[in-house]
Nanobody, 121 residues
Framework: QVQLVESGGGLVQPGGSLRLSCAAS????????MGWYRQAPGKERELVAA???????NYVDSVKGRFTISRDNAKNTVYLRMNSLKPEDTAVYYC???????????????WGQGTQVTVSS
């Protein structure tokens, strides 16, 4: 079994910062891409940022220059540093990882339980 456990969400004022963490644990052979998605009420889930095992990164345009994704491969953990937060960043943020549990199996998609980020004064 593989688990992704997120932490770091909360309530913050506009212009503030938060850092999200997501740690993968369990039967892990290798992790390829890791990323963060978000879903606001009434909207579809969207990719916010992703990082491959080799360090290639991409961001959705709306967060470029404000958010930074990083990962610690030794800890199987991905982070999302969010600066200059805006009310429109309010959403449930989900961690995602493409994980192989064995050298004999292809990678599967795993998700965290979600963490609420609310940006409001």
């Amino acid at each position: 079994q593989v688990q992704l456990v997120e932490s770091g969400g909360g309530l913050v004022q506009p212009g503030g910062s938060l850092r999200l963490s997501c740690a993968a644990s369990g039967r892990i052979f290798s992790i390829n891409a890791m990323g963060w998605y978000r879903q606001a009420p009434g909207k579809e889930r969207e990719l916010v940022a992703a990082i491959t095992s080799g360090g290639s990164i991409n961001y959705v345009d709306s967060v470029k220059g404000r958010f930074t994704i990083s990962r610690d491969n030794a800890k199987n953990t991905v982070y999302l540093r969010m600066n200059s937060l805006k009310p429109e960043d309010t959403a449930v943020y989900y961690c995602n990882a493409h994980i192989r549990t064995s050298r004999y199996w292809p990678e599967d998609d795993y998700w965290g339980q979600g963490t609420q980020v609310t940006v409001s004064s």
